[in-house]
């Protein structure tokens, strides 16, 4: 996150160019992470489908995101854009903190807590 606002410092230009190619970049590695923690939220039986909308309404939003980037930079200048950028990266990771923990819990209880919550 810090690194998102220390791009809005950058003057314009290459440098400002390669930082965001970069920011970019690295932002695809938190993929990796997502998989392997949506795969503990949802109970068993609906686990798949579950795993497959989220899946699905991440690729709408990386389909729409690069668009909303490109209007806001133009519009409003990059540094902007960049902002509107670190706002959204700041949404996912209180979506994230608020998540329930399940490591070192046992499946039987997650589905029993889902089975709860209905």
Known sequence: LASVWAVTLVPDGWPLYLAGALLFGFNNSTWVVSFAHSTELFPTHVRGSGIGTTMACGRVVSILAPTFFGIVA????IATAFRYG?????????????????????????????????
């Open 86 to 118: 670190a706002l959204a990266w700041l949404l996912t990771m209180l979506g994230y903190l608020l998540s329930r923990e399940t490591s070192g819990v046992a499946l039987e209880h997650i589905e029993a807590a889902a089975q709860l919550a209905e």
């Open 74 to 77: 133009a519009q409003y200048g």
